[in-house]
């Protein structure tokens, strides 16, 4: 079992910067291939970037450039820095782990991103 909890978000300008954090328990964190994705009111949720346990790393087209995503295995936690934040930004930010074919979710993080 796997409990995810996210941290982090919050209101920002346009332009700033957010470091989201998710913290998971269990020892077998570092084998886990980890994600976030984020829903916007009114739509469906996507994709934002992935780190497998090996450190590769994806990221979808809105998130290329602008968003990096790291794990810290020591400390069992995944990040999403953010940076140069658009309104359409804003959404629930979710952290998904999947370890020996299970799915996480975490309760999710508002980020709110003002013009």
């Known amino acids: 079992q796997v409990q995810l909890v996210e941290s982090g978000g919050g209101l920002v300008q346009a332009g700033g910067s957010l470091r989201l954090s998710c913290a998971a328990s269990g020892s077998t964190f570092s084998l886990a291939f980890m994600a976030w994705y984020r829903q916007a009111p009114g739509k469906q949720r996507e994709l934002v970037a992935t780190?497998?346990?090996?450190?590769?790393?994806y990221y979808s087209d809105p998130a290329k450039g602008r968003f990096t995503i790291s794990r810290d295995n020591a400390k069992n936690t995944v990040y999403l820095q953010m940076n140069s934040l658009k309104p359409e930004d804003t959404a629930v930010y979710y952290c998904?782990?999947?370890?020996?074919?299970?799915?996480?979710w975490g309760q999710g993080t508002q980020v709110t991103v003002s013009s």
């Open positions: 780190i497998t346990s090996g450190g590769s790393t």
């Open positions: 998904k782990a999947v370890l020996r074919a299970t799915i996480y």
